[in-house]
Protein backbone atom coordinates (compact mmCIF):
# COMPACT_ATOMS: atom_id res chain seq x y z
CA UNK A 1 0.00 0.00 0.00
CA UNK A 2 0.98 3.38 -0.37
CA UNK A 3 2.69 5.98 2.36
CA UNK A 4 4.39 9.01 2.94
CA UNK A 5 6.65 9.37 5.98
CA UNK A 6 7.64 12.44 7.40
CA UNK A 7 9.85 11.53 9.90
CA UNK A 8 10.79 15.07 11.40
CA UNK A 9 7.64 16.47 13.28
CA UNK A 10 8.93 19.96 14.49
CA UNK A 11 12.35 20.99 13.13
CA UNK A 12 13.59 24.67 14.61
CA UNK A 13 15.97 27.17 13.35
CA UNK A 14 17.42 30.22 13.20
CA UNK A 15 16.98 32.64 10.34
CA UNK A 16 19.39 32.20 7.71
CA UNK A 17 20.31 28.54 8.16
CA UNK A 18 19.28 26.26 5.86
CA UNK A 19 17.00 23.57 6.82
CA UNK A 20 16.12 19.88 4.65
CA UNK A 21 12.73 18.66 5.50
CA UNK A 22 12.62 14.74 5.01
CA UNK A 23 9.64 12.74 2.83
CA UNK A 24 9.79 9.08 2.06
CA UNK A 25 7.42 7.47 0.02
CA UNK A 26 6.52 3.95 -0.68
CA UNK A 27 4.17 2.85 -3.81
CA UNK A 28 4.36 -0.40 -5.98
CA UNK A 29 3.33 1.74 -9.32
CA UNK A 30 5.84 2.80 -11.88
CA UNK A 31 3.96 6.40 -12.51
CA UNK A 32 3.26 8.25 -9.77
CA UNK A 33 3.39 12.01 -8.47
CA UNK A 34 5.51 13.51 -5.59
CA UNK A 35 4.18 16.93 -3.99
CA UNK A 36 4.94 19.19 -1.34
CA UNK A 37 2.34 21.15 0.55
CA UNK A 38 3.13 24.47 2.69
CA UNK A 39 0.40 25.16 5.38
CA UNK A 40 1.02 28.58 7.09
CA UNK A 41 -0.48 29.70 10.62
CA UNK A 42 -3.41 30.96 8.45
CA UNK A 43 -4.66 27.47 7.36
CA UNK A 44 -4.71 27.26 3.48
CA UNK A 45 -2.80 24.83 1.78
CA UNK A 46 -0.34 26.45 -1.02
CA UNK A 47 0.62 24.07 -3.57
CA UNK A 48 5.08 24.02 -3.84
CA UNK A 49 5.88 21.44 -6.35
CA UNK A 50 4.87 18.37 -8.44
CA UNK A 51 7.23 16.20 -9.67
CA UNK A 52 6.65 12.99 -11.59
CA UNK A 53 8.33 9.41 -11.33
CA UNK A 54 10.05 9.68 -13.91
CA UNK A 55 12.00 13.26 -13.81
CA UNK A 56 14.69 12.77 -11.20
CA UNK A 57 16.11 16.31 -12.07
CA UNK A 58 16.33 18.28 -9.08
CA UNK A 59 14.70 21.72 -9.09
CA UNK A 60 15.45 24.85 -7.81
CA UNK A 61 13.22 27.71 -7.14
CA UNK A 62 14.59 30.25 -5.18
CA UNK A 63 15.37 29.47 -1.80
CA UNK A 64 13.78 26.12 -2.42
CA UNK A 65 15.25 22.87 -3.77
CA UNK A 66 14.12 19.32 -4.69
CA UNK A 67 15.65 16.62 -4.64
CA UNK A 68 14.02 13.72 -5.86
CA UNK A 69 15.70 10.03 -5.34
CA UNK A 70 13.97 6.80 -6.37
CA UNK A 71 17.16 4.67 -5.36
CA UNK A 72 15.93 5.52 -1.70
CA UNK A 73 12.17 6.55 -2.06
CA UNK A 74 12.54 10.40 -1.42
CA UNK A 75 11.86 13.47 -2.28
CA UNK A 76 13.58 16.35 0.36
CA UNK A 77 13.14 19.49 0.32
CA UNK A 78 15.70 22.36 1.19
CA UNK A 79 15.01 25.80 2.10
CA UNK A 80 18.36 27.50 1.96
CA UNK A 81 18.99 30.89 4.18
CA UNK A 82 15.72 30.30 5.51
CA UNK A 83 13.51 33.29 6.69
CA UNK A 84 10.76 33.72 9.61
CA UNK A 85 8.09 33.85 7.20
CA UNK A 86 9.11 29.81 6.05
CA UNK A 87 7.64 29.32 9.39
CA UNK A 88 4.73 26.83 8.20
CA UNK A 89 3.63 22.95 8.58
CA UNK A 90 4.90 21.18 5.22
CA UNK A 91 3.27 18.54 3.68
CA UNK A 92 4.55 15.67 1.42
CA UNK A 93 2.17 13.60 -0.72
CA UNK A 94 2.14 11.27 -3.25
CA UNK A 95 -0.29 9.81 -5.92
CA UNK A 96 -0.31 6.99 -8.10
CA UNK A 97 -2.57 4.59 -9.75
CA UNK A 98 -3.30 2.60 -6.67
CA UNK A 99 -4.68 5.51 -5.03
CA UNK A 100 -7.09 6.56 -8.30
CA UNK A 101 -4.13 9.17 -8.18
CA UNK A 102 -5.88 10.58 -4.59
CA UNK A 103 -3.03 12.63 -2.76
CA UNK A 104 -1.88 10.07 0.49
CA UNK A 105 -0.31 12.90 2.30
CA UNK A 106 2.32 12.82 4.90
CA UNK A 107 1.61 13.89 8.48
CA UNK A 108 3.21 17.03 7.91
CA UNK A 109 6.80 18.77 9.59
CA UNK A 110 6.18 21.69 11.75
CA UNK A 111 9.18 24.34 10.92
CA UNK A 112 9.94 27.15 13.05
CA UNK A 113 12.23 29.67 11.75
CA UNK A 114 13.47 31.61 14.97
CA UNK A 115 14.56 35.60 13.93
CA UNK B 1 -10.31 33.72 -11.25
CA UNK B 2 -8.92 33.73 -8.07
CA UNK B 3 -9.11 30.47 -7.13
CA UNK B 4 -10.53 27.70 -5.03
CA UNK B 5 -13.08 29.97 -2.42
CA UNK B 6 -15.31 28.43 0.66
CA UNK B 7 -17.91 29.56 2.44
CA UNK B 8 -18.55 29.85 4.97
CA UNK B 9 -14.84 30.43 6.18
CA UNK B 10 -15.92 29.61 10.31
CA UNK B 11 -18.59 27.31 11.71
CA UNK B 12 -20.10 27.14 15.10
CA UNK B 13 -22.91 24.86 15.84
CA UNK B 14 -24.90 22.73 18.50
CA UNK B 15 -24.43 19.51 18.85
CA UNK B 16 -27.49 17.46 16.76
CA UNK B 17 -27.69 20.52 14.22
CA UNK B 18 -26.77 20.09 10.42
CA UNK B 19 -24.56 22.02 8.59
CA UNK B 20 -23.51 22.95 5.24
CA UNK B 21 -20.32 23.90 3.75
CA UNK B 22 -20.15 25.39 0.04
CA UNK B 23 -17.12 25.27 -2.30
CA UNK B 24 -16.34 27.09 -5.49
CA UNK B 25 -13.37 25.28 -7.66
CA UNK B 26 -11.40 26.91 -9.93
CA UNK B 27 -13.45 27.57 -12.92
CA UNK B 28 -11.80 25.04 -15.77
CA UNK B 29 -11.00 22.82 -13.18
CA UNK B 30 -13.23 19.82 -13.50
CA UNK B 31 -12.10 17.78 -10.36
CA UNK B 32 -13.69 18.58 -6.71
CA UNK B 33 -12.16 17.45 -3.70
CA UNK B 34 -13.24 17.37 0.17
CA UNK B 35 -10.86 16.77 2.78
CA UNK B 36 -10.99 16.68 6.52
CA UNK B 37 -8.49 18.07 8.33
CA UNK B 38 -7.90 17.94 12.73
CA UNK B 39 -5.49 19.63 14.69
CA UNK B 40 -2.03 18.60 14.31
CA UNK B 41 -2.88 16.19 11.56
CA UNK B 42 -2.85 16.12 7.45
CA UNK B 43 -5.67 15.98 5.59
CA UNK B 44 -8.15 13.42 5.37
CA UNK B 45 -9.77 12.61 1.86
CA UNK B 46 -13.44 12.47 2.10
CA UNK B 47 -14.62 12.50 -1.35
CA UNK B 48 -13.68 13.58 -5.14
CA UNK B 49 -16.02 14.29 -8.28
CA UNK B 50 -15.38 14.44 -11.57
CA UNK B 51 -17.59 17.03 -13.04
CA UNK B 52 -21.08 16.06 -11.38
CA UNK B 53 -20.51 12.52 -10.73
CA UNK B 54 -19.38 11.54 -7.46
CA UNK B 55 -16.82 8.94 -7.94
CA UNK B 56 -15.43 7.93 -4.47
CA UNK B 57 -16.28 8.12 -1.36
CA UNK B 58 -13.69 7.56 1.81
CA UNK B 59 -14.97 4.76 4.70
CA UNK B 60 -14.81 8.06 6.82
CA UNK B 61 -17.43 9.61 5.20
CA UNK B 62 -20.23 8.05 7.46
CA UNK B 63 -23.99 8.65 6.41
CA UNK B 64 -24.59 11.42 7.91
CA UNK B 65 -22.18 13.36 5.70
CA UNK B 66 -23.34 13.78 1.78
CA UNK B 67 -22.43 15.67 -0.81
CA UNK B 68 -23.09 16.97 -4.00
CA UNK B 69 -22.01 18.71 -6.95
CA UNK B 70 -24.99 18.90 -9.31
CA UNK B 71 -24.02 21.38 -12.11
CA UNK B 72 -20.16 20.13 -11.94
CA UNK B 73 -19.35 23.77 -10.81
CA UNK B 74 -19.91 24.52 -7.19
CA UNK B 75 -20.19 21.97 -4.27
CA UNK B 76 -21.76 21.55 -0.88
CA UNK B 77 -20.85 19.56 1.91
CA UNK B 78 -23.63 18.82 4.29
CA UNK B 79 -23.29 17.23 7.95
CA UNK B 80 -26.31 15.89 9.62
CA UNK B 81 -26.76 15.70 13.54
CA UNK B 82 -23.27 17.12 13.74
CA UNK B 83 -20.95 15.63 16.58
CA UNK B 84 -18.28 17.09 18.47
CA UNK B 85 -15.87 14.61 16.67
CA UNK B 86 -16.85 16.51 13.43
CA UNK B 87 -15.51 19.68 14.83
CA UNK B 88 -12.14 20.10 12.47
CA UNK B 89 -11.50 21.96 9.18
CA UNK B 90 -13.03 21.07 5.88
CA UNK B 91 -11.19 21.86 2.93
CA UNK B 92 -11.48 21.82 -0.63
CA UNK B 93 -9.60 20.97 -3.50
CA UNK B 94 -10.17 21.36 -7.07
CA UNK B 95 -7.64 19.81 -9.80
CA UNK B 96 -7.72 19.71 -14.03
CA UNK B 97 -7.24 16.65 -15.53
CA UNK B 98 -5.02 17.68 -18.64
CA UNK B 99 -2.59 20.24 -19.81
CA UNK B 100 0.34 21.37 -17.22
CA UNK B 101 -1.22 21.41 -14.09
CA UNK B 102 -2.62 18.00 -14.41
CA UNK B 103 -3.41 16.12 -11.30
CA UNK B 104 -2.02 19.52 -9.29
CA UNK B 105 -4.67 20.02 -6.52
CA UNK B 106 -5.57 23.90 -5.39
CA UNK B 107 -6.93 24.10 -2.20
CA UNK B 108 -9.47 26.71 -0.77
CA UNK B 109 -9.14 28.21 2.47
CA UNK B 110 -11.55 25.76 4.42
CA UNK B 111 -14.29 25.98 6.77
CA UNK B 112 -13.59 25.66 10.17
CA UNK B 113 -16.36 23.83 11.98
CA UNK B 114 -16.46 23.45 15.69
CA UNK B 115 -19.29 21.53 17.24
CA UNK B 116 -20.53 22.69 20.83
Known amino acids: AQKVTQAQTEISVVEKEDVTLDCVYE???????LFWYKQPPSGELVFLIR????DEQNEISGRYSWNFQKSTSSFNFTITASQVVDSAVYFCALSDLDSNYQLIWGAGTKLIIKP | DTGVSQDPRHKITKRGQNVTFRCDPISEHNRLYWYRQTLGQGPEFLTY????????KSRLLSDRFSAERPKGSFSTLEIQRTEQGDSAMYLC??????????????FGPGTRLTVL
Open chain 2, 93 to 106: ASSPTSGGSYNEQF
Open chain 1, 51 to 54: RNSF
Open chain 1, 27 to 33: TRDTTYY
Open chain 2, 49 to 56: FQNEAQLE
